[in-house]
């Protein structure tokens, strides 16, 4: 790959241009506390990346740190071909730039994070309306299509506390899929469901993947990301211990750490 | 009785509900202007850099130790005089300034001191999640606020904010040191003149009362359309 790309430029940049997402050398420190200690990763288009790993190894940070939620110690955040530019210290060189990538990168978190005061079609317009310019008849229009999809064209006018967990996370993705993303980053988004209600959530998300969107997935659920995944990276003390096909890092693990680690999962 | 409380002189009605009407006018406008310091007071508290914390702080800290009465003192003299000395300076010879204006800024320093805590205080309760999924989407600072944070702290602001609004009708009885002929102004020289002392004042409470009453009421409005995303705690109690 490295050899292609120097002794052809024109195809590096062809290369480049078919990836989502790429981070290189990202490190995070919370203050003494080392996080990240060097994470490179790459999302194709069309890719489908799980991230497990132990609690604390450093997946949500990794995560957060591709959209600037959590502000880089070092290293490089490409997006689609474009690097966030960002300055010595980490912090992002340009606003106007970072609101331009972030509006294209459908986050989907743990907790939800709907807004309470917005019913579910507010919800869902909110971003292409105020953020990205389109007309409310037009979103609206187009959030009835999504939350169809996702099943709760019924529960447009409500609001989100009076659903349950499952229901808002479908909503969510709704919200998510309206921007049009580039990619999606889901963050562990069935760790906060009760049991019987992972299955509904996890159906949408393995349609999205079946469609060829793009998505990096941190997941407590192993048995849906070797089911999902191009490729699972397996984090371990906020360095990737190892990455493969699903097939290969669930099915013959190398490293003794991944080993031990899916033994206490299954 | 009734004739002293009449309308049209000799009665003194209409000169109270003058009164009235200029105590909810400065009322009004000290509560908005409070509020827009508030805001900003808020953000600054909680966004700004070091500098602007400690003036916010020495602000709300210094306005609140002060009784209110010696702060209306001190910045109805000290800002007419800054005025008046900034004008003279500047060419234009004295200015003439309206009670209500003086009136609304007077207060409104002091209830922007209140409101900069009440809006801390409501900013802050609101779950971190909901701004940062504002960020995660792009949406730039203003907007955030605009769309997500005010919206959002609503719930836990109004509380404070009606107790503020009931404050600033009451407190412009105070700026009847200055001068200013609001309610309680208006009644005393409706008493004296007189001597139905009781007619009055009762009359006045009254006024003072409906005020209280109608602006519950409307609070209560408000509050149940900025808690509308929320199911009610009442039903989550039984
Ligand atoms: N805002 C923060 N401030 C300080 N420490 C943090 C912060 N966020 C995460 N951490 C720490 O970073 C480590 C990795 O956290 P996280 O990325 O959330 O792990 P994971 O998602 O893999 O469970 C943990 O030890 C956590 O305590
Ligand atoms: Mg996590």
Redesign the interface.
Known sequence: MMDLATAHPAQSAIATADEAIRVENLHKSFGHLEVLKGVSLTARRGDVVAIIGGSGSGKSTCLRCINFLETPTSGRIVIGGEEIAMRADGTPASRKQLERVRSRLGMVFQAFNLWTHRTLLENVIEVPVHVLGVSKAEAAERAMVLLDRVGLADKAATYPAFLSGGQQQRAAIARALAIDPSAMLFDEPTSALDPELVGEVLTVIRDLAAEGRTMLLVTHEMKFAREVADHVIYFANGRIEEEGPPDQVFGAPRSERLKQFLKSVS | MIELLSLSPPGWGGNLLRGLLHSLEIAFGAFGFGLLIGLGGACGKLYGGPVLRDLLAVYTTVVRAVPELVLILILYYVGTDLLNKASEAMGYGRVEISGVAAGIWVLGIVQGAYATEVLRGAIKAVPS??M?????????PF?MLR??TI??M?PFAIPGLANLWLIATKDTALLAVVGFNELTQETRQAASSTRAYFTFFLAAGALYLMVTLLSGSVFARIEAW?R????SLRKAAT
């Open positions: 999640g909901q940062e999924a504002a960020r995660a989407y792009g949406m730039p907007l769309r997500v919206p959002a609503m900025a509308r995303g929320q199911p």
